[in-house]
């Protein structure tokens, strides 16, 4: 019999990562084209990237439905036939949502490329967003919509953004049934001939990514499609500061099983010199299994199944929250809970051992992010759509190897004082809650 080696591979700390620098060519009309070539690799990914998310809307909801409609129709094939031709070759046309950028992805294996390019390109260049296509758009949105509306997480995260940003701010509106109502396929035609042109795109294509491939894409991206000179200029973004001081807000949710709780700040984008740093402080509060949250409020106190924080970064601008779902009788302790917590980052160092397991994750999750070639397209598009250089990378990972205990408690000392959260919960009434006593950050 083979002698079974019981012997543990060695473990190895993950010092450096890179990533995979982008070979960039540029296409007759302008627009760059960002190629990742995987020698051996079946596989394709190419994703064109429009900056027209929620801040170039003049009307809500025009940018998201814009996208979602983009491939359902033609001046030469129906909805049916694009999906029928893509379901033919294996290949599949992904339409991701998001606040700042239109993505349409398309997925195939690179022997196919030659025959589903011209089809891919098709559908960005000639949508014609059919009426039928919008009425089972608003059909389905407004069913959709009425069913999250069910769940207090959904309630309590909209409510939570809309106290953040501004009900009217890009990042902050929520739809409602009436905005669906008055699209017109008019409106999407507008939106699509303001913001779906060369000048405003970006490609990022992974895989097998030859020669063929990228005159493929010149031949069917790169021509006989430019733009037109009376395009408008710079998103309408607004920053309309928040109105009011943050405080806890209940929303009546009669029947719910569970109150969800959200507890959030206005934060920033990652081109923020804190960025980095308090993405490693987020991290350690809720940003992974172990963390001060996870062990706190789930497993020592049993209050909720799931608990997390997530640092949110966006275009223009960006938020930290923290989010459950707890038993109605337990939310005012919950919420107690965390802000002890909060609490507790502020006025003592992490432990060296606690930092090591965080980074050590950290580490880990960036490294598995540049496995593969559908990993590594992620990351890149990510920072292109942001307008980051490629270093970012590289700097989030030296500041989580160089991080100290007295930094992270420094910011958190900046970004977990209660004064800046706004506490939303939704559930059933109960009793008045206690009104939370909010100490002076300078001696709490």
Avoid at 175 to 200: G, I, M, R, T
Avoid at 221 to 250: E, Y
Wanted: with cysteine.
């Amino acid at each position: 019999m083979t002698e079974i080696n019981r012997n543990a591979p060695p473990i190895n700390p993950v010092i450096n990562l890179d990533l995979p620098e982008p070979a960039v060519h540029k296409l007759d009309n302008g627009i760059l084209l960002f190629a990742m070539d995987f020698p051996g690799q079946e596989i394709l990914k190419i994703e064109v990237v429009f900056k027209a998310g929620r801040s170039c809307e003049v009307k809500r909801l025009t940018s998201r439905t814009t996208a979602r409609l983009i491939r359902e129709g033609t001046s030469r094939k129906k909805s049916a036939e694009i999906a029928e031709f893509f379901d033919f070759y294996g290949a599949s046309v992904s339409l991701p949502s998001n606040l700042d950028t239109a993505n349409v992805i398309l997925y195939t294996l690179s022997r196919y490329a030659s025959e589903v390019i011209p089809v891919f390109a098709e559908i960005i260049r000639d949508p014609v967003f059919p009426e039928e296509e919008l009425v089972t758009y608003q059909r389905t949105g407004i069913q959709e919509l009425a069913v999250e509306l069910e769940k207090v997480e959904t309630v309590a995260y909209r409510k939570v953004t809309e106290l953040i940003f501004g009900e009217n701010h890009p990042y902050g509106y929520n739809s409602v049934e009436a905005d669906y109502q008055a699209l017109q396929s008019a409106d999407l035609l507008a939106f699509y001939d303001n913001w779906y042109h060369p000048d405003n795109c970006f490609i990022v294509a992974s895989g097998c990514v030859d020669d063929k491939i990228i005159a493929a894409l010149n031949q069917f991206l790169g021509k006989d499609w430019s733009t037109v000179a009376d395009k408008p200029g710079q998103p309408l973004v607004s920053h309309t500061d928040t109105s009011g001081k943050p405080a806890r807000i209940h929303i009546s949710h009669p029947g719910s099983l569970q109150t969800a709780i959200k507890i959030g700040r206005r934060a920033f984008g990652r081109n923020h010199p804190d960025y980095d740093g308090l993405y490693v402080l987020n991290t350690i509060l809720g940003g992974y299994f172990g963390s001060r949250l996870m062990t706190s409020i789930r497993e020592k106190k049993g209050f909720t199944y799931n608990i997390y924080s997530t640092l949110d970064a966006y275009l223009n601008d960006g938020c930290l929250y923290i989010a459950t779902e707890v038993n109605t009788e337990n939310t005012a302790s919950a919420v107690r809970a965390i802000l002890a917590e909060m609490k507790k980052l502020r006025e003592k160092p992490v432990q060296i051992e606690e930092l090591s397991m965080v980074r050590n994750y950290l580490l880990g999750m960036l490294l598995n992010g540049l496995d593969g070639p559908l990993n590594v397209s992620d990351v890149v598009r990510g920072l292109l759509a942001e307008g980051l250089p490629l270093s970012v990378f590289s700097r989030l990972v030296n500041k989580i190897n160089s991080i100290t205990p007295e930094e992270i408690q420094n910011l958190a000392f900046r970004y977990l004082n209660p004064e800046d959260y706004w506490i939303v919960t939704v559930g059933q009434d109960t009793s008045p809650p206690r009104k939370i006593q909010r100490k002076n950050p300078q001696t709490d």
